[in-house]
Structures are given as structure tokens and as C-alpha cells.
Nanobody, 125 residues
Framework: QVQLVESGGGLVQAGGSLRLSCAAS????????MGWFRQAPGKEREFVAA????????YYADSVKGRFTISRDNAKNIVYLQMNSLKPEDTAVYSC??????????????????WGQGTQVTVSS
């Protein structure tokens, strides 16, 4: 079956960096667009970034544009989220998700068929 397993979360000070990884199995990885979403306590889940199956196209939420970078390694079946200049408001559980095709709206979580369990990111002020 399809599995998405996130790692790389943790506690970091404001202004710091973290790199999240999402290892995928049970699917033809390069055929799937991948996305990162996050959910803070008491808030709805929100879109962070997405990347096409080939990795040539990306899309970001305005709140992370210029600070976060999504990338993928199709040989290793891993998608990454490099997070720089972290802010306390970036604190959330970050989850990766897989969508069967690259088409807008990339931020619509209903397009994603498979989800990981998430990894906690905490940014202290």
C-alpha cells in the first residue's frame, strides 16, 4: 500500500532552518505531484507548497514564498521542504501528500489522494 513518511521536524529558534523529508513507497513516485501542508493547533490545515512529478514546476503559498523551497529526488522517492528564516507562526504539524496529476488548484487538499502522518515543527521566538 502507499506510505508517506515525514521526517526532519523539530524545535528551532526564529530565523533558523529545517529541512523536512517525505519518503514515499507503494506508488509510481514520479507520476505524482507532491504537496506539503501544515496545521497549527486550533487552525485549519493550510497549503504550503507543491511540486510536479518531474520537479520542473513548483507552487508556493504567499506566506512561505522566498523562504521555503520544495524539491524532489525521483530516484530516491523523496520530496523535501527546505525551510529558511523560520518564524514562530510557522509552528505546525507538517504533512506531505500525493496527487495523481499536476493541475491547479495546487492548494486544494481534495486533489491529494495520499497523506503522511506529519512531523512537528516548532519555532521559538
Amino acid at each position: 500500500q502507499v506510505q508517506l513518511v515525514e521526517s526532519g521536524g523539530g524545535l528551532v529558534q526564529a530565523g533558523g532552518s529545517l529541512r523536512l523529508s517525505c519518503a514515499a513507497s507503494g506508488l509510481t513516485f514520479s507520476s505524482y505531484a507532491m504537496g506539503w501542508f501544515r496545521q497549527a493547533p486550533g487552525k485549519e490545515r493550510e497549503f504550503v507548497a507543491a511540486i510536479s512529478g518531474s520537479g520542473r514546476s513548483t507552487y508556493y503559498a504567499d506566506s512561505v514564498k522566498g523562504r521555503f523551497t520544495i524539491s524532489r529526488d525521483n530516484a530516491k522517492n523523496i520530496v523535501y521542504l527546505q525551510m529558511n528564516s523560520l518564524k514562530p507562526e510557522d509552528t505546525a504539524v507538517y504533512s506531505c501528500a500525493a496527487a495523481p496529476r499536476w493541475s491547479s488548484p495546487y492548494y486544494n487538499e481534495n486533489r491529494y489522494n495520499y497523506w503522511g502522518q506529519g512531523t512537528q515543527v516548532t519555532v521559538s521566538s
